[in-house]
Structure formats: C-alpha cells, structure tokens
C-alpha cells in the first residue's frame, strides 16, 4: 500500500496563475481532506469530502476548490494563486469510523 | 470557531528524561483526541488516540491523559530519545458528527539533546 500519495512536492506559481494539487489514496477510504500548514503554526482545514461525489468547506476554502469524483482521489484547484496562498499543503483520509488520519508527505507551494 | 491550543511552543529536553507536552481545549463537545508527530519535512503521523469515555491511555512509551474537568490533554514520553525531536500537535474531534474533521492545535517542538 502506498497510502497516501500527493504530487507535485514542490512548485512555485507566479500570481494569478493556476494549478491542481494532486492527492490520491489505496486504502479506500471514504474521507478524505486538504489542510494547509503556515509556518510555525497548526494544520487549517481547507476541504473535506465524506465519499465520492459529497464535498465540504472547511475553515480556510476561500480561493480553492475541489472535486471528488472517485473513492481515490481528491485533487485541490488554485483558480488564481496569491501570495497568501504560499504554504505547505497536506491530503488526508480515513476510513469510517477511524479517526486516526493518514497523512501525504505535503506540497510545498510558493507564490511569486 | 473553537480551537485546540498547545501552553508551550518549544520543549528542550535532555536524552533519557521523561517529556510531557500539554494542551488545552476548548470545546467541551469534543469526545475523540489525537496526538500527532510531525518531523521536518514530513506530514503528520499519527501517534496515539483517546476517548472521552477514557482518562488515559498507554502507548508503547508514550501515555495520553484526557482530564475533561480542566479539558486539558497532555502526551508524555518515557525516555526520550533524540529521535523523538519533532513538532507534536494534539487535534480534536467530534466522533459523533459525521462529516467533521480534525481541528489541529498550534504545535510544541520538541528538541532533544545528547
């Protein structure tokens, strides 16, 4: 099992630009989520998707959005990158009824 | 909204002692905890869980207790190793509520010294 597998590790995008953060799982977890991590501080939800096709805002959407339409994967989508938006990105799942989370290794995005 | 705060931001500690790292809750609906590792350049992994019917639990080396009077959560580690030097954050969740996810404190790094 290769758990959960996020690409790319690293990018950087000028301002307005576009991208998708990839995120797929084999564990076939129903929940899935996106966190952002800025320096020195916690993980702030951003998504979260309970099964294929049902996605929710966390407490950070503003200027991402995302689909869900297969068990495995979750991408997030940057319509027009900003500054702001410069941090490391984390995917996670889990199964139903297991709340211990499996996390990606995270993207690392710097927007110029 | 509500958030999970750690006390202290960074922890120094000797090879051998015994860690303790805290953290405070606030939403006192909250029924399932988490501690979580993450070391430089890694995402978090997962270390132990609790309940709320629970007022601690063991782990290999490491111990959670849950004091829901204070809601107050602490993590300590047996031995610590310098292997263990990462940032530790506790997250907590409404296990009752399908569809919620974890709310992640601020994190306390921990440094430990030969």
């Known amino acids: 099992n290769a758990g959960v597998t996020q690409t790319p590790k690293f990018r950087i995008l000028k301002i307005g630009q576009s991208m998708t953060l990839q995120c797929t799982q084999d564990m076939n977890h129903n929940y899935m989520y996106w966190y952002r991590q800025d320096p020195g501080m916690g993980l702030k939800l951003i998504y979260y998707s309970v099964g294929a096709g049902i996605t929710d805002k966390g407490e950070v959407p503003n200027g991402y959005n995302v689909s869900r339409s297969t068990t495995e994967d979750f991408p997030l989508r940057l319509e027009l990158a900003a500054p702001s938006q410069t941090s490391v990105y984390f995917c996670?799942?889990?199964?139903?009824?297991?709340?211990?989370?499996?996390f990606g290794s995270g993207t690392r995005l710097t927007v110029v | 909204g509500e958030s999970v705060g750690l006390h202290l931001p960074t922890l120094s500690v000797q090879e051998g002692d015994n860690s303790i790292i805290n953290c405070a809750y606030s939403n006192s609906a909250s029924d399932y905890f988490i501690w979580y590792k993450q070391e430089s350049g890694k995402g978090p992994q997962f270390i132990i869980d609790?309940?709320?019917?629970?007022d601690k639990r063991q782990g290999q080396r490491v111990t959670v207790l849950l004091n829901k009077t204070v809601k107050h959560l602490s993590l300590q580690i047996a031995a610590t190793q310098p292997g263990d030097s990462a940032v530790y954050f506790c997250?907590?969740?409404?296990?009752?509520?399908?569809?919620?996810?974890?709310?992640f404190g601020k994190g306390t790094t921990l440094s430990v010294s030969s």
């Open positions: 997250a907590e969740n409404m296990a009752n509520q399908a569809g919620t996810a974890l709310i």
């Open positions: 609790i309940r709320s019917n629970m």
């Open positions: 996670a799942s889990s199964g139903d009824g297991n709340y211990g989370y499996t």
